[in-house]
């Protein structure tokens, strides 16, 4: 900080220095060539581009129809610009200055006051982006299914993820057990979010009564607990009864007892 005025003219004491490196290069450096878009043509803030050549990146703002905000900086100074409304509540978005509607004040503003910087202190172009960093990067997803929530939260933390604890869903291991994970095994964006849902200890698995007769289907069902509900009927060489061709939900599917299961069958005759 060069110098610090007050609103009545008289300088105000600078500050003792005091500067601590809390984002590593390549993710600042990344982070900056994102926020150049929005001061290129096209993007949110471009409007206030005094277009001097000087790169510059920047991030736009509201607040709901009160105040806008405007933030630019080039390598070497940062204009920071704030136009709302200061006392009570009131929509912005209908009044305006010197034909300005009050939300686009903003642009004109750090506009000039970016021009004067640059010309004081000329910015040089940005780092590169780390290229790692710009491209999503995958990490082996294990499977926590039937371990304890604690279990499956310490290995999907020790593989790089972040755990979310779901509710609990049908399923007919002990409740402080894992149940359910989403995303399931396999590939997973590395340090994305894995929610895993325990156990609630009351379903019972779906028998697979596919090839039954939709009698014997039936019973076996009711003999698990379930009801039975007749599904889609396709034409082919079943029982003259119907044969079970699927179910919903399928064999193994943990459910409660007493819910439905559906039928879809094969029959010569639908």
């Known amino acids: 900080i060069d110098k610090i005025t007050g609103p009545d003219g008289t300088d105000i004491p600078l500050p003792p220095p005091s500067c601590t490196e809390v984002i590593k290069p390549e993710i600042a450096a990344t982070a900056a060539f994102a926020l150049k878009g929005v001061m290129d043509p096209g993007g949110t803030g471009s409007r206030a581009n005094p277009g001097d050549g000087t790169p510059l990146i920047g991030k736009t703002g509201t607040h709901e129809s009160a105040q806008t905000m405007l933030v630019d900086s080039s390598t070497a100074a940062t204009t920071a610009v704030w136009v709302g409304q200061a006392n009570g509540d009131a929509d912005i978005y209908n009044y305006y200055s010197h034909d300005v509607n009050v939300p686009d004040i903003r642009y004109g503003l750090s506009r000039q006051i970016t021009a004067a910087a640059d010309a004081i202190f000329p ?19 294990p499977s926590v299914v039937g371990m304890t929530v604690d279990q499956a939260t310490q290995t999907l933390e020790g593989s790089g993820f972040s755990v979310t604890v779901g509710p609990a869903v049908q399923s007919n291991l002990p409740t402080d057990q894992v149940a359910q994970q989403d995303p399931g095994p396999g590939q997973a964006v590395t340090g994305s979010t894995i929610t895993i849902s ?23 069902l009711k003999d698990a607990g379930f009801n039975s509900v007749k599904g889609t009927c396709t034409p082919g060489n079943g029982d003259d009864s119907g044969t079970v061709s699927a179910t919903t939900p399928a064999a193994g599917t943990p459910a409660p007892k007493g819910s439905s299961v559906t039928l879809n069958y094969v029959k010569k005759n639908c």
């Open 123 to 141: 910015g040089s172009p940005f780092p590169s982006p780390s290229q790692s960093l710009l491209k999503q990067s995958y990490t082996n997803l």
């Open 198 to 220: 325990p156990s609630n200890g009351q379903g019972v698995p779906v028998p697979n009564v596919v090839g039954k007769t939709m009698g014997d289907a039936a019973t076996a």
